[in-house]
């Protein structure tokens, strides 16, 4: 007869897996754009708690080493000159939700140039954009208790139409677990081209999750099940928007595998000028949590059409 300790075990790892079937088979089908907002509209004030409580506190860590490589592209653009004597730091951040990633690069900017002996510190700008008006009141919030006012500036919109924004305008760009909700992401991927700089140490970082592929071994497999299952249901339990949140599982399964994902950014081919297109070059891919979380850094230049 199993012992109480082994049911308890059981029942831990079941009752999410049969909570995540039974929410996909009685549920309608959540909506597939969630470009627009809506969801995280939804569950915009519990949306840090829920990110913290499904990603076990883990995911600042993945943020983090986002911004310090946006840190260390910005300070070789400056010591090329890429960006100019006179000239302030522009930081684009898509998908920024709450501010954390945008709050993040300025920490992380200050850190890394009060530590620098070589390189001129530069006045900091970063605008943060998203769908969600929900969201980007929680950010406001946010960055004003932290009295960066000053240097953040929240606005709506969509990846997908950057309208108000001026071509080869900033330096560099994030983008943290959006990618995956735009369906249109090749027209957001030249629309992000268009907006940055095509000098000298100009980046664009994207991190993101997929499925762990299958060579990742018994923690891989641990991570799918925990993608799959536990994340949807508890993160629909915790949002008290189960149909919304129940996408997540979706949108992680749909979303392209790394090295399909990298030959999409490389094969894209967006407006340029005259015999030129504009293209991203991937210069690394950065595997994390057991190969379920990644991060993309990107070079926006352009290629002679052939």
């Given amino acids: 007869m199993p012992s109480l300790k082994r049911i308890i075990i059981i029942v831990i790892f079941t009752f999410p897996i049969l909570a995540s079937i039974a929410l996909n088979v009685f549920l309608p089908k959540p909506p597939s754009d969630h470009g627009s907002g809506s969801m995280f509209d939804l569950i915009a004030t519990r949306y ?34 890429g960006i100019g004597i006179n000239d ?91 990618i995956r909700n735009v369906p249109e992401k090749e027209k957001a991927l030249c629309e992000i081209h268009r907006v940055l700089k095509k ?28 993608i799959r299952h536990i994340v949807p249901s508890v993160g629909a339990f915790l949002s008290g928007a189960p149909r919304e949140y129940m996408h997540l599982q979706n949108s992680i399964k749909e979303f392209p595998a790394p090295k399909d994902f990298i030959a999409l950014m490389e094969d894209l081919r967006c407006d340029g000028s005259g015999d030129k297109a504009g293209i991203f070059v991937v210069d690394k891919m950065k595997n994390m949590n057991f190969g379920s979380v990644q991060l993309y850094i990107a070079t926006p230049t352009y290629a002679y059409l052939e």
């Fill in 199 to 226: 000098g000298k140490g100009t980046k664009f970082a994207i991190l993101e999750f997929s499925e762990p592929p299958s060579e990742a071994g018994i923690m891989g497999a641990a991570a799918r099940l925990f």
């Fill in 88 to 178: 302030d730091v522009h930081v684009l951040d898509l998908a920024t939700g709450t501010a954390d990633v945008a709050i993040l690069l300025a920490e992380e900017y200050d850190n890394h140039f009060s530590s620098s002996a070589t390189t001129a510190k530069k006045d900091l700008h970063i605008l943060g954009v998203d769908p969600s008006i929900n969201m980007i009141t929680v950010g406001r919030e946010k960055i004003k208790s932290k009295n960066m006012s000053n240097r953040i500036n929240l606005e709506i919109g969509d990846a997908r139409e950057l309208t108000n924004l001026p071509d080869d305008m900033f330096n560099a760009a994030t983008m943290s677990f959006g």
């Fill in 48 to 81: 840090d708690f829920i990110n913290r409580a499904l990603a076990l506190n883990l995911d600042i860590g993945w943020r983090k080493v986002m911004v310090k490589e946006i840190a260390k592209s910005v300070e070789k653009s400056i010591k090329s000159g």
